[in-house]
Nanobody
């Protein structure tokens, strides 16, 4: 069983920044494709950013140029640096680890962008 735990959410003003962290257990973390999703109230969960084991990244159009996903394999951690935050970035952010045919979710961390 793989355990995925997010941290770093909070309340921030528009234009501000936050960095989310996600730790995942497992000795072969460096091979896991990892991703960040978010879910706003009343909306479906959507993919925000993903990173392969080799470090290739993809982003949703709505966050390109503002968010950066990265990973530190020696720490079994993936990060989401969020800059120039907008109110529409508000939601619960979830980390996802893909291991073979299985996917593992964290419990989520709340991000609220409001003045």
């Amino acid at each position: 069983q793989v355990r995925v735990v997010e941290s770093g959410g909070g309340l921030v003003q528009p234009g501000g920044s936050l960095r989310l962290s996600c730790g995942a257990s497992g000795s072969i973390f460096s091979f896991y494709p990892m991703a960040w999703y978010r879910q706003a109230p009343g909306k479906q969960r959507e993919l925000v950013a993903s990173i392969t084991g080799g470090g290739s990244t993809k982003y949703a159009d709505s966050v390109k140029g503002r968010f950066t996903i990265s990973r530190a394999n020696v720490k079994n951690t993936v990060y989401l640096q969020m800059n120039s935050l907008k109110p529409e970035d508000t939601g619960v952010y979830y980390c996802h680890a893909e291991i073979g045919v299985h996917g593992y979710w964290g419990q989520g961390t709340q991000v609220t962008v409001s003045s």
